[in-house]
Nanobody, 123 residues
Framework: QVQLVESGGGLVQAGGSLRLSCSASGRTFSTYDMGWFRQAPGKEREFVARIGRNGGNPYYADSVKGRFTISRPSALNTVHLQMSSLGPEDTAIYFC????????????????WGQGTQVTVSS
């Protein structure tokens, strides 16, 4: 069982930056790939980024590539999403995901989800 808690969301002006964090409970954190999804109002949830269980192989959605960076400090049950050059199109609830199988690799979600953190970008 893994519990995920996101933090770091908020209101930012277009062009600004935010850093989201996801803290995970559980002693088997290192056995999960981690990622982020987001859901904008009236839209379906979409994949944002993922990182492997060893902290390698980061992968991004085309819409955020070059602007967002996912990281996973070793020895910490935490995953970060550094977001820069934010635009109104990035406004969404951002969810942290942990996956032990292939769902996250396929962009289809994961075993465990956080409750989400709101990111609002004003124009």
């Amino acid at each position: 069982q893994v519990q995920l808690v996101e933090s770091g969301g908020g209101l930012v002006q277009a062009g600004g930056s935010l850093r989201l964090s996801c803290s995970a409970s559980g002693r088997t954190f290192s056995t999960y790939d981690m990622g982020w999804f987001r859901q904008a109002p009236g839209k379906e949830r979409e994949f944002v980024a993922r990182i492997g269980r060893n902290g390698g192989n980061p992968y991004y959605a085309d819409s955020v590539k070059g602007r967002f960076t996912i990281s996973r400090p070793s020895a910490l049950n935490t995953v970060h999403l550094q977001m820069s050059s934010l635009g109104p199109e990035d406004t969404a609830i951002y969810f942290c995901v942990a996956d032990s199988g292939l769902k996250l690799m396929a962009g289809n979600g994961g075993d465990y989800w956080g409750q989400g953190t709101q990111v609002t970008v004003s124009s």
